[in-house]
């Protein structure tokens, strides 16, 4: 595999790298971070940030939030940890905050509901985008990718287009999805 073009130069930039990507992926943070980390500041590569973000699926928590983890502690220990998280949440949760306190006042307006649909609708194209940058990446995946297109396409069958409730769907398929996989490593 290969490394990184670069790392941070100090738990600052940590910090303030997290914190920019935090205020920009309002409804989704990963195709944000995927940009910023991958190709703007070169800290990982595409492979790193999948098998980054494999693992924070894995743990109890955000994806984000575990990522941000990995990653701090990758380069600095538990003072990078401490750093990317808190570039990760301290802005954002105030601003989340104060949209409460606003959305508490203007809460049954049409254009407040017709804005926060929007917005979901902006974050599942955000997703989307992600997942065909990520695409290549799959290549190497001892799945293949006509068995993880697969899975991808049942989970979203099952949880868009039959509106069954995602913790079922997340332990129905991803047990399947997870024995599949470890017998395709076996191999």
């Known amino acids: 595999m290969s490394e990184p073009a670069r790392r941070p130069r100090s738990p600052g930039e940590l910090f303030r790298v997290f914190n920019r990507l935090a205020l920009q992926g309002f409804g989704g943070v990963l195709p944000v971070a995927q940009r910023e980390l991958v190709e ?3 800290w990982l590569t595409r492979e790193q940030f999948v098998e980054t973000l494999s693992i924070g699926q894995v743990l109890p928590g ?21 750093a990317a ?14 949209a409460a306190i606003v959305y508490g006042q203007f809460a049954t307006h ?6 926060l649909r929007g917005m979901g609708a902006v974050a599942a194209g955000l997703i989307v985008a992600t997942a065909v940058k990520l695409w290549p990446t799959l290549r190497k995946n001892p799945m293949g990718r006509t068995t993880c297109l ?14 069954w409730p995602l913790a079922w769907v997340v ?9 599949w996989a470890w017998r395709s490593l076996k191999r």
Request: proline fraction near 4%; charged fraction near 10%; avoid cysteine.
């Open 62 to 82: 955000p994806n984000i939030i575990n990522m941000a983890l990995i990653i701090g502690d990758r380069f600095f220990g538990w003072r990078g940890i401490a």
């Open 110 to 115: 049409p254009m407040v509901a017709g804005a």
């Open 171 to 179: 332990l129905g398929l991803g047990a399947v999805s997870m024995a």
């Open 40 to 42: 703007r500041e070169g």
């Open 85 to 98: 998280v808190g570039g990760l949440l301290l802005a954002p949760l105030a601003i989340v905050l104060a």
């Open 150 to 163: 697969g899975f991808a396409l049942l989970t979203a069958l099952a949880v868009g287009g039959l509106r």
